[in-house]
């Protein structure tokens, strides 16, 4: 299958279970409701060594809050919800509370299982922090210098997935970066999925262990590094000089999916010869996302009258 005569491999995407949960940050205005999520998602790209993966979601309007003022949702995973119980209390008592005018809400609130990070980030009121309940929800109002920060005493806990991708493989490193630039354009605010590397992209992309250091969890995916091409078992065709890879974490397969079919179509660009995904035999997870397959599906979708 060729794209704009970009090769589209007849491979698939290996993704894993993974739990994850929606923080909704408020504040303000836009600019500290931005402030605290970037902060949230920092040295958040893989659980490999961050022990969560979270991105900026998509930018909220008024109406779209709880608190009627701007707002971030932020998506987090981990791999299992004990962990993601950590990371949230971690991350939320850290970089919310700490950040002026914010306050915290959960964003799947008809999840059934819960996680309750207010419940435990309370007491960092001291005693002096007063709690309401409206609905079937309790808030916690904790004092700070600048006047209080509302917190959402419980938080919904998805299962979502984890480690969908692909990989781009261009002739040089401008247009490679150009179009993984175009793809992280194309996924930007959707919804139910992030891209947890930096601006979306990873350069560095890895396999599981290593040939030559025992006990090493990941090491560079020398396959894939243009650089190695005479020392390693290359899956690189001799045009290809540079290749980056977007991750997608997202609450269902069906957003992965959507994600990937918008970020492949608009990576499809001059100087790209192809595009690939990486995945482990079906070894690794039970979600596999087909690249020539998510393609037709827009192609079908287009067809309809």
């Not at 990989?167 to 930007?188: K, P, Q, Y």
């Not at 001799?238 to 890879?245: F, G, M, R, T």
Request: aromatic share 6%.
């Amino acid at each position: 299958m060729y794209v704009n005569s970009v090769f589209i491999d007849d491979t698939f995407a290996e993704a894993f279970p993974m739990r994850a949960a929606r923080i909704v940050v408020t504040a303000v205005n836009a600019r500290w409701a931005r402030e605290a999520a970037l902060k949230l998602t920092g040295f958040a790209t893989s659980v490999i060594a961050c022990k969560c993966e979270a991105a900026i979601e998509r930018e909220l309007e008024s109406h779209e809050t709880p608190d009627a003022r701007p707002g971030i949702s932020v998506l987090l995973f981990a791999m299992d919800t004990e962990g993601l119980g950590k990371r949230l209390v971690e991350r939320i008592g850290q970089t919310v509370i700490t950040c002026p005018t914010t306050s915290c809400f959960d964003g799947l609130p008809g999840a059934e299982q819960r996680l309750t990070p207010g419940k435990l980030l309370r007491v960092f009121g001291d005693g002096f922090q007063g709690s309401k309940v409206v609905g079937n929800d309790r808030f916690w109002r904790v004092p700070v210098m600048d006047g209080e920060c509302l917190l959402q005493e419980s938080f919904g806990v998805a299962k979502g997935v984890g480690g969908g991708n692909f990989i781009i493989l261009g002739a040089d490193s401008r247009s490679t970066l150009a179009a993984a630039e175009a793809s992280v354009a194309a996924i930007a605010n959707m919804e139910g999925v992030i891209l947890p590397f930096p601006g979306g992209i990873a350069r560095s992309g890895s396999k599981v262990g290593s040939r030559r250091y025992k006990g090493l969890a990941a090491s560079t995916n020398d396959a894939f590094c243009p650089t190695l091409r005479p020392l390693t078992a290359s899956s690189l065709p001799d045009d290809v000089d540079s290749v980056l890879e977007i991750v997608l974490d997202g609450l269902d397969e069906e957003s992965i999916r959507r994600a990937m079919r918008a970020g492949i179509a608009a990576a499809c660009l001059p100087g790209i010869r192809a595009i690939t995904a990486g995945n482990y035999g079906g070894k690794l997870g039970p979600h596999h996302f087909p690249l020539r397959s998510i393609l037709d599906e827009k192609a079908e979708a287009g067809a309809r009258p």
